[in-house]
């Protein structure tokens, strides 16, 4: 390669950039992520980094919201009707698999 070429190759491509290439990846999961990149320009990288900044730095916060909610509204139909409420089905992944 010529001088030019190396120039070139550095100034179009950032030095710390780094490359992410997913091989299996479910039909569903594609299209989901892909309509919620939108949400971002369809910058993948940024809307990967949202997901992930959510569930590792907020999530544990949010379950534990969640969990505080279902125990409270369980206590409080117990307390209305005198009966136990059935727990809610378990969450699904796209692919069916139940979540507990």
């Known amino acids: 390669m010529s001088e030019q070429e190396e120039i070139l190759k550095r100034v179009v ?7 992410l290439h997913i091989s299996r990846l479910p ?10 990149a939108e949400d971002f320009c369809g910058d993948y990288g ?4 949202y997901l992930l900044d959510f569930t590792l730095t907020f999530g544990p916060s949010v379950d534990g919201l969640q969990a505080a909610l279902s125990e409270h509204e369980q206590r409080i139909f117990q307390l209305e009707t005198g009966e136990e409420k059935k727990p809610v089905e378990s969450r699904r992944t796209l692919g069916g698999r139940a979540i507990d």
């Open 27 to 36: 039909k569903k999961t594609k299209e989901l992520f892909l309509t919620f």
């Open 13 to 19: 491509r950032h030095p710390a950039k780094d490359d």
């Open 46 to 49: 940024m809307a990967l980094k």
